[in-house]
Nanobody, 122 residues
Framework: QLQLVESGGGLVQTGGSLRLSCATS????????LGWFRQAPGKEREFLAA????????NYADSVKGRFAISRDNAKNTVTLQMGSLQLEDTAVYYC???????????????WGQGTQVTVSS
């Protein structure tokens, strides 16, 4: 049973926007921290943003600060990543993940989605 399912990926031109959503279920839905990562071909997985389920505290990587915004809807068990001013280097597979409170600093998450492709074209 998939506990995290991403949606919203696709093809977008440079400067455009895209909204990714992640539906959580099961134990993943009750995790303390919800996050977004991405992995481009030939590169390591990169942390992008995180949000606490309680309180809604947020944390962003410098590479996306000011361009991306993470949010969550506890009633719907979803976490969203609003992406703007997209550049070619934002092309990657984007993953949502959830974890315990320690994930806030360790970036070690317990549950992962299967990913959704985001392609930015010129």
């Amino acid at each position: 049973q998939l506990q995290l399912v991403e949606s919203g990926g696709g093809l977008v031109q440079t400067g455009g926007s895209l909204r990714l959503s992640c539906a959580t279920s099961g134990r993943a839905a009750s995790s303390d921290v919800l996050g977004w990562f991405r992995q481009a071909p030939g590169k390591e997985r990169e942390f992008l943003a995180a949000i606490t389920r309680i309180g809604g505290n947020t944390n962003y990587a410098d590479s996306v600060k000011g361009r991306f915004a993470i949010s969550r809807d506890n009633a719907k068990n979803t976490v969203t990543l609003q992406m703007g001013s997209l550049q070619l280097e934002d092309t990657a597979v984007y993953y949502c993940a959830t974890g315990r409170s320690t994930a806030w600093t360790s970036k070690e998450y317990d549950y992962w989605g299967q990913g959704t492709q985001v392609t930015v074209s010129s």
